[in-house]
């Protein structure tokens, strides 16, 4: 079976996508909730529980299953280093063998959190309808399985793909800390990375792909303040001991303006380009309210602001400081009336996708540990510095064939936007392959609630980019003068 030069055939592919989603990929997805392989970050002693390499195995042992000419599948461990998965795909139909197309995904998972609804939790997947709840199949364990399936469809349509190289990766939560390292290793291996499609990102809504042109950097750390050695009766001491609690709400204010989050630190923003300006006025026309809506408000809260576009600025370029955890407090229920030594602060800062990740962490860090109100020790300790991303300049062939993927996926064109989010993975492989062009999407869409409780894969979102991912990679196959 042919394929038309420049489109793989609708009426081949959707039915092998839809096939494999169904009866191959859907029963493995269920067992990968199932194994509770949280980032190192998150489960220090991964390596003796074995989770994360329960789930590569399960993942690897699916990839040897599927039928994809020529596919080598190897699993690739670096002492002391989260394992990777790596799926090298010769080159179908005439496709370039010196023009690789590199796809990525993650299989490591964010921890459980509270506020799972009735019958749904972290490790058990519920289906409903079209969406299937559990931790990690959405962020990011379909990656390998849409990866794959969509190179079958192309294979199975008779059409044409350069060389791929499907990596995924076992730290991304974490920051990324050990991709670096096999990035050398594999750098071999990999040869001319011509085209990066990264799976781990968002989209706006669930009938178009969206396609990911900035990401923000990620600066955190744990603020700790310190004023006794033990704690004391708060009517002896308060008044003249200083509250721990109440200097950490002090120095959060040197960083971050209360009244309306802004982030006052000058190395964490950056100015915001013109084109990404409008990249968020037209989103803002396509998307209106449901930018909001995406959140599962409580009571009379409303947004931080009322207009569209600045919201997808404020979410997607502006830093933005957010408290993500807190120690050194007992539960309401089992408090007394004692004066606390010592408060623990999580710390998570989004910075500018342009700004210097380096820069605003140690500016971060000045600024809180600098001459501490009342002579309290404090204290903050860096645990994740990560690179903000911009897009390159999108090549007018690349922009065509996304916007005809989308068409050809979802009967909509292609749209575009910056997420809030970080990955880790894209700075590295600007830096590397500055000539690449990039593609970064994803499933990640309203209520998907990823790292939150009930966080679902939405599978009609998944079978669209599986499809949108086939005529990408035809496309690039077939094009010539890239």
Known sequence: MSATPGRLSPSVVQPVVEEAWRNHVLPTLHDYIRIPAKSPSFDPDWADHGHIDRALELLHGWARTRPIAGMITQEVRLAGRTPVLLCDIPPAGGGSPDDTVLLYGHLDKQPEMSGWAEGKGPWEPVLEGERLYGRGGADDGYALFAALAAVEAVQTAGGTHSRLMVLIEASEESGSPDLPAYVDHLAGGLGQVD????????????????????????????????????????????????????????????????????????????????????????????????????????????????????????????????????????????????????????????????????????????????????????????????????????????????????????????????????????????????????????????????????????????????????????????????
């Open 195 to 482: 085209l990066v499609v990264c799976l781990d990102s968002g989209c706006a809504t669930y009938d178009s792909l969206w396609v990911t042109t900035s990401l923000r950097g990620l600066v955190g750390g744990t603020l700790e303040v310190a004023v006794l050695n033990e704690g004391v009766h708060s009517g002896v001491a308060g008044g003249i001991v200083p509250s721990s609690f109440r200097i950490a709400r002090q120095l959060l204010s040197r960083i971050e303006d209360e009244t309306d989050g802004q982030v006052l630190l000058p190395q964490a923003r950056a100015e915001i380009p013109v084109s990404r300006r409008q990249e968020a006025e037209a989103a803002a026309v396509e998307l209106g309210d449901s930018v909001a809506a995406y959140f599962p408000w409580r009571g009379a809260t409303r947004p931080l602001r009322a207009d569209t576009a600045e919201q997808i600025l404020d979410r997607t370029w502006r830093p933005a400081l957010e408290v993500t955890g807190f120690d050194g407090a007992p539960a309401p229920g089992d408090a007394g009336n004692v004066l606390r030594p010592v408060t623990r602060l999580k710390l998570s800062m989004r910075v500018a996708p342009t700004a210097d990740d380096a820069a605003a962490a140690e500016a971060l860090r000045q600024v809180l540990e600098a001459d501490p109100p009342n002579g309290a020790e404090v204290r903050f300790a860096l645990t994740d510095v990560g690179p903000g991303w911009e897009a390159p300049a999108t090549a007018p062939w690349l922009a065509a064939a996304l916007d005809a993927a989308s068409r050809e996926a979802f009967a909509r064109p292609a749209r575009w936007q910056g997420e809030g989010g970080s990955i880790p993975f894209m700075g590295m492989l600007g830096a590397r392959f500055p000539d690449a062009q990039f593609v970064v999407t994803g499933v990640l869409g309203p209520g998907s609630n990823a790292h939150g409780p009930n966080e679902f894969l939405d599978l009609g979102m998944a079978r669209g980019l599986t499809v949108a991912v086939s005529h990408l990679l035809h496309a690039h196959g077939t094009t010539e003068g890239r």
